[in-house]
């Protein structure tokens, strides 16, 4: 029996009247000790107090400046992340009949042998570079299916590579043969060799010409409609538009703003949403004045202060992490 | 035109041309004009050989054949030897890689100025004058390449680009590795200076969004792909 | 956007929630810390300093007489008049190493200083050339590099009497292929960079290049290589007199004097042997930590490309 | 794959033949130039009382009185044909001295190549794998300890311990001094030290260099990729760390033929091993031509065809490579 991916709503493994599993961060934080630098620049405050969720069957867009620490989140949720970093707060995997696995504190083997690849599967950026470049794409498909438990003869392979566009016969080829396309294709397929409910995809558009862009855009909404959820990690607003059903925007580590993408995309309510969205050269093309704050000497307050023509002394302190973390939302900006 | 020296600006023309890297033919017989005053567009799929003409266009890479003329003079010497260099700016794709790790950001932008024979002085002034333009903190100016941002560095690029004042400059996927906006602050300032000084842009990218937002209606070319096949492939 | 960071860690990382370092703690390789920075210096930079003051103060102080002879004292062991012994000839080792020493740092300058210049000659010249010259070029240093050093020094010297001269000679026509190969790769990596061209467009003569990114970025690498042959010398001079073709026998040389040493080895006094032996590995040993401990805070510093 | 393997193997034929042809010409001019004249040399001390007539007549015969470039293509001519002359040390044709010492060298060069991977393997990866535990460290401070002692002092210094103290070994030579015929079980018990010293002084510099290669491969991108897609640990690091780490290893054992050389000259040195490489020493005292330049001649040809079989085995080994060959 050849394996067939049938889309996860029907598959016996999730109830389709339950909420089904999702992942649910709560107060995460990532920071760095480096070292050779002067004491009050040695932490590097990567990701400060994340809160959000992502539900079977939704994608959530985290999006902002490069430099901001979201990639670092892709790196935390799976345990990926050097020694030097401190990772704390929570972030559980919920799923139906089963008790929930917390990311932040599970041993290497617990994440090993039970999240990655099951239940979180990760699409890298650069995928061509997390190819082992000795070995064929093939030999590296058979291996992860074997590893996670799933026949892995030559008609599945044969199978899962259809499933992603692939020629069967492109699986031959070394990492280094792969043209941008079909690298960005073995990783979707190597991500989705255990049919894992959650999808964590960092920066798949990243350098890619604006058709291939589409080819990904569309394959993200796929899963998501097959009722996986997905975590699109990316800077490019263009591609979150067409896929994320809420974005998550982020600034200097921060979650500043997490709206429905109808809400972000139309009526961005927090000033650096509003600011992205009017960088953009389809809409007004005017740049966001002064530099993003270096991670490790964050100012106090909102981090946002030194570039906001709305700020005032309430901004001195911390805004509540609400759905929009600002003393003073816009209320109608609307975005040309 | 505000240029002093040289003849009226009549556009950086590039006719015919050829460029193999052995064996393999990226650029045949490929022609492109950079008219002066006007946001010219070079657009197509990675691979299609923009940046070999980039680096043609700047009078970097001698063509194996094809013909370069610069304001109406033929480009007869390339590189070292090529007199013209100063007046073609290029700007890189990768910040990172066209600045030397030991020089602080404003040796970067102050170099092409003492290379001309400016004194140091006036030179620094006048450095610190661009970098103000670019909105780079005086504190930034004295970090290294490993201390600042893409963003930072692309910056002290493109501030060291206008330092000569070219009268053409070449963007050569000078934003796809920043964010949105950078990018847009960085093309605000190419803006301009390009009104100020009346000077030629080409903006090559594969970015069709900002290709339309940026470049004069119906000045963006096209490159095909390198073997022809589907884009998408 | 890559905000790179030095990122070596404090040793014992703050990231391990205090688990101690069990012989084999089961910790994956993958959790390690990043590479940490290796102890100071002092112990390297006191041992040649020790070093150096003995081979310029000791033969001011103690005239050595290369021809003395006193069967009287021959092979006596270690004690407090003569604290390395005696050799068979009577001869205390002590001094006698201390100018071997002196003779083999001598050695090491002269014929790392000659190979690296040649190696840095030819390595700029066939890097700047660059296409068949440099291809050329390549082929004869691996011409060169594939006669074992040994042999070809041993080749030479026997061609030549064996002298001081004669050493610097072979061991410097040897060696110069190592700094050929790095300088010209360290060459043709820099004419590649970007920022090269940038300096072109910017209008930089060619000479200004050189002055502005050539000189500065190659000259730690022809440092290190002068620095990194002189252990490599100072091991030839010695193999070459540990064979009898190196200095001539009376004069003191440490293979010399590890090479008379063997014999009496056998009966069991080892002392003749095995301490000028020390003064070979004590200041190789030394030069290897310091610009191990140099190459960590030079070299692009360990940088944790924090995908932030 | 085939084509590029057979094109590098043409080219690096191609390379090899005016290589040897240089070396010897090299050599040629060198002794020409040399001071030893070898007709006194010859006569040994019989040279102050023959008459300066007899001298002529030896030197017309030798033909050394005739232009250099004739000497020089008559020897050639010879060495093509396999004549290698005569040692003027030992009295007899080259290639029987070499004849009946090459066994040995290779005897001791290869026991002591095997071991220099077992040796390097076994250590070096454990010593990346526990990066800067205790056992890093150790291994790590022997290594570059051992690296800086020259391999005769340690030689000397395992005599002195396991032949002299603890009298486990023989201090040297290729069997008992009472023996009379070669018994194998004696040859093995006399081969064991120089082969040990040989191999522990080659393998500090390759266990380092593995160490180093594991430890930067583990930091790699895809490393992060395989773990990501759920491979359990062991998994990663054997089929997908190691054997990319160890790639590169393929091809320094190439390059370390030389140091190989050198040390067998030592180590059959001190050892008295009747090996052709210390028999290039004596060659060297007796400024003996014929022998030393063949000898010479001969350790180049083993470094190159060493560096091929390298070369070779990399481009088997590394896809990449297998399509561009190389250079």
């Not at chain 1, 607003?237 to 200097?252: F, G, H, I, N, T």
Request: with cysteine.
């Amino acid at each position: 029996m050849s394996h067939t991916f049938t889309s996860i709503r029907t598959s016996t493994s999730s109830q389709t009247v339950g909420i089904g599993s999702r992942l649910r961060v709560d107060g995460l934080s990532v920071r760095f000790q480096i070292s050779g630098v002067a004491p009050d620049r040695a932490t590097v405050h990567a990701v400060t107090d994340a809160r959000f969720e992502v539900r079977q069957g939704e994608c959530l867009a985290l999006v902002g400046e490069s430099g901001c620490g979201k990639s670092v989140m892709a790196h935390a949720l799976l345990g990926l992340l050097p020694a030097n970093a401190e990772v704390t707060g929570a972030a559980r995997l919920e799923t139906d009949g089963a008790e929930p696995v917390d990311l932040v504190g599970a041993p290497e083997a617990v994440l090993a042998r039970r999240v990655r690849g099951r239940m979180i599967g990760l699409v890298p950026q650069s995928p061509a570079a997390h190819l082992t470049p000795v070995r064929t794409a093939r030999a590296q498909l058979a291996e992860a299916l074997r590893e996670l438990g799933r026949p892995a003869g030559s008609d599945d392979l044969a199978a899962l590579a259809r499933r992603v566009g692939l020629r069967p016969a492109d699986l031959d080829l070394y990492p280094h043969q792969l043209s941008g396309g079909m690298a960005q294709r073995v990783a979707n397929a190597l991500a989705l060799a255990g049919d894992p409910w959650l999808i964590v995809a960092d920066e798949p558009t990243t350098g890619l010409d604006r058709p291939l862009v589409q080819t990904i855009v569309s394959e993200l909404r796929r899963l998501t409609d097959e009722g996986r959820a997905v975590l699109l990690i990316t800077h490019d607003l263009r591609a979150a538009e067409q896929v994320a059903d809420r974005v998550a925007v982020m600034y200097a580590g921060r979650i500043v703003s997490l709206t429905s993408a109808a809400e972000f995309f139309a009526r961005p309510r927090h000033p650096y949403a509003a600011g992205l969205l009017d960088a953009l050269p389809s809409r007004r093309f005017t740049p966001i004045p002064g530099h993003p704050p270096e991670l490790t000497m964050l100012p106090a307050g909102c981090a946002f202060r030194p570039r906001c023509h709305r700020a005032t002394a309430a901004c001195e302190r911390l805004p509540e992490p609400d759905e929009v973390a600002c003393h003073h939302p816009l209320e109608h900006h609307v975005v040309r | 035109m505000l240029f002093a020296e040289g003849s009226p600006a009549e556009g950086l023309r590039a006719d015919g041309i050829t460029v193999a890297y052995d064996r393999r033919r990226v650029l045949d017989g490929t022609s492109l004009t950079v008219r002066p005053g006007i946001v010219t567009g070079l657009a197509g799929p990675s691979g299609c050989g923009k940046s070999t003409l980039a680096r043609v266009l700047a009078m970097l890479l001698r063509p194996a054949a094809g013909r370069l003329t610069v304001d109406g003079t033929e480009v007869r010497r390339w590189r070292h030897r090529a007199d013209l260099r100063t007046r073609v700016a290029l700007i890189f794709q990768q910040p990172r890689l066209a600045v030397d790790p030991r020089f602080t950001l404003l040796d970067v932008i102050v170099e092409p100025l003492l290379a001309a024979g400016r004194p140091a002085a006036d030179a620094i002034a006048h450095g610190e004058r661009l970098a103000d333009e670019m909105s780079l903190t005086a504190d930034l100016l004295t970090r290294r390449r490993h201390e600042v941002s893409d963003g930072q560095l692309q910056r002290a690029c493109v501030a060291r680009a206008l330092a000569l004042r070219p009268r053409y400059v070449i963007c050569d996927e000078m934003t796809t590795m920043l964010d949105a906006s950078t990018q847009a602050h960085l093309v605000a300032r190419l803006e301009s200076y390009r009104q100020e000084t009346g000077a030629g842009v080409l903006a090559v990218t594969h970015d069709t969004d900002l290709l339309a937002r940026w470049c004069e209606a119906g000045a963006v070319h096209h490159l095909p792909a390198p073997d022809g096949t589907s884009l998408v492939r | 956007m890559t905000q790179t960071f030095d990122s070596g860690t404090r040793p014992g990382g703050p990231g391990r929630s205090g688990r101690s370092g069990g012989l084999f703690r089961r910790d994956s390789a993958f959790r390690r810390a990043p590479g940490r920075r290796r102890g100071s210096p002092r112990l390297a930079v006191g041992t040649l300093i020790v070093l150096g003051l003995a081979v310029l103060v000791v033969p001011v102080v103690a005239r050595l007489d290369q021809q003395l002879v006193d069967l009287g004292a021959a092979s006596l062991p270690p004690r407090p008049a003569h604290p390395f012994g005696t050799d068979e000839m009577g001869r205390d080792v002590l001094l006698r190493a201390v100018y071997g020493l002196r003779v083999s740092l001598l050695v090491g300058l002269v014929a790392a200083l000659v190979s690296v210049t040649i190696g840095t000659l030819v390595g700029l010249v066939s890097g700047a050339l660059g296409g068949i010259a440099d291809r050329f070029i390549m082929r004869v240093v691996d011409g060169v590099n594939s006669i074992p050093h040994l042999l070809l020094g041993i080749f030479i010297v026997a061609m030549i009497k064996p002298s001081v001269g004669a050493v610097i000679v072979s061991v410097a026509l040897t060696h110069w292929t190592t700094t050929a190969r790095i300088i010209r790769s360290e060459v043709l990596a820099l004419r590649s960079r970007p920022f090269i061209d940038a300096a072109i467009s910017g209008g930089s003569s060619r000479l200004r290049i050189v002055r502005r990114h050539f000189l500065p970025h190659l000259a730690p690498h022809v440092a290190l290589a002068a620095v990194l042959m002189m252990p490599h010398a100072i091991w030839h001079e010695t193999a070459l007199s540990f064979l009898g073709l190196g200095l001539p026998p009376h004069l003191a040389s440490l293979g010399n004097m590890i090479n008379d040493g063997a014999r009496s080895l056998l009966a069991g006094n080892w002392w003749a042997s095995i301490f000028p032996g020390l003064f070979i590995l004590l200041p190789t040993l030394a030069i290897s930590a310091l610009t191990q401990y140099w190459r960590d805070r030079t070299s692009p510093r360990w940088r944790s490309e924090l995908q932030l | 794959m085939s084509r590029t393997l057979a094109r590098m193997a043409v080219w690096r034929v191609a390379f090899a033949v005016p290589l040897l042809f240089a070396v010897t010409a090299g050599m040629f001019a060198l002794a020409k130039a040399s001071p030893f004249d070898p007709i006194r040399q010859y006569l040994g001390d019989r040279a102050q009382t023959t008459s300066p007539e007899v001298t002529a007549r030896i030197r017309e015969n030798w033909g050394l009185d005739r232009p250099l470039i004739e000497q020089y293509l008559d020897w050639l001519g010879s060495l093509l044909r396999g004549d290698l002359g005569e040692s003027r040390s030992l009295h007899r044709p080259v290639t029987d001295v070499i004849g009946e010492r090459l066994g040995w060298s290779l005897l001791v060069v290869g026991g002591a190549i095997v071991v220099m991977l077992i040796v390097s393997l076994a250590v070096g990866l454990p010593a990346a794998w526990r990066r800067d535990s205790w056992l890093d460290r150790f291994i790590t401070g022997t290594a570059y300890a051992n690296e800086a002692a020259p391999v005769f002092w340690t030689g000397l210094i395992a005599i002195w311990i396991f032949a002299v103290q603890l009298r486990w070994l023989p201090s040297g030579g290729l069997t008992d001094a009472a023996a009379t015929t070669v018994r194998p079980g004696d040859v093995l018990r006399h081969m064991i030290l120089p082969v040990a010293v040989l191999a522990f002084s080659q393998s500090s510099w390759l266990l380092l260099f593995v160490r180093e290669s594991l430890i930067n491969t583990l930091r790699e991108d895809f490393v992060t990729g395989a773990r990501a897609r759920g491979l359990r640990e062991r998994t990663v690091l054997v089929r997908h760390a190691l054997r990319s780490a160890l790639l590169p290893f393929i091809t320094l054992l190439g390059a370390r033929i030389p140091e190989l050389v050198t040390g067998a000259i030592l180590v059959e040195t001190i050892f008295s091993w009747p090996g052709v490489a210390g028999t290039s020493v004596q060659a060297a005292l007796a400024a003996d031509f014929p022998l030393l330049a063949a000898l010479t001649l001969l350790a180049t040809l083993a470094v190159v065809v060493g560096n091929l079989l390298a070369d070779a085995a990399y481009v088997i080994a590394d896809p990449r490579v297998r399509v561009l060959g190389v250079s």
